[in-house]
Every structure is written in structure tokens, then in C-alpha cells.
């Protein structure tokens, strides 16, 4: 395999022989390989521990949401039991509409 390098990659191999580390160009580029391996594993590693967090905490959101959009029943929410039935009635037949109010100052006028 013919491999052409930049300069400034020829520059980066250059020194790592007069450092006297490496005997030959190959010896640098196959432990920038073995390097570029290890970044790889350790990034693939990396990704499946987030994924796993990610998917962990999507579930205890969804749990939170569920029982969230469960309404309360009137005596869960500290009102004794038949409360609003004694009080207020059960309402019972056409749903409950509220009319025009208009602008408030007119409101207040026609009060007074």
C-alpha cells in the first residue's frame, strides 16, 4: 500500500525518529493506529454507557409523567368523602358555559 502524507504529518514523523522513540516510520504510524484503536473502543464504550443512562432516565420520566396525568380523585386530594355532593350538588346534564363578560370598566359601570 502506498500511503502519500501531508507535510505536516511527514513533519510529525520526522520528529518522533530524532526523539529516538521509533526506529522507523512504520513503528509511528502502527502506534498512532493502535492509538486511534483504543480512542475508538473507549468512545464505543462511551456511547452505550450515555445510551443506557439516557434510556434509564427516559423511563423514570415517563413513570413521573404517568402518574402525573392521573387526576386525583376529591378525597385523594384531602376533601372528605361525598363533600361536594353535600355542598354543591353533583352536577348532572348540559356541561356548564360561561357567557360574554365584556370589558371590564363596562362591567364596573353597569355594577355601580
Request: net charge negative.
Amino acid at each position: 500500500m502506498n500511503i502519500t502524507l501531508t507535510p505536516e504529518a511527514e513533519r510529525l514523523i520526522q520528529e518522533k525518529l530524532k526523539s529516538g522513540q521509533y526506529q522507523t516510520a512504520d513503528e509511528v504510524i502502527v502506534e498512532g493506529l493502535q492509538l486511534l484503536e483504543q480512542r475508538d473502543q473507549h468512545y464505543k464504550v462511551w456511547l452505550e454507557e450515555i445510551t443506557r443512562q439516557v434510556e434509564v432516565s427516559l423511563q423514570q420520566l415517563l413513570k413521573q409523567t404517568d402518574t402525573k396525568s392521573i387526576p386525583k380523585t376529591p378525597e385523594e386530594l384531602g376533601w372528605s368523602p361525598g363533600f361536594f355532593e353535600k355542598t354543591a350538588g353533583k352536577w348532572q346534564g348540559e356541561p356548564l358555559t360561561r357567557g360574554e363578560q365584556g370589558e371590564y370598566e363596562q362591567r364596573l359601570w353597569e355594577l355601580l
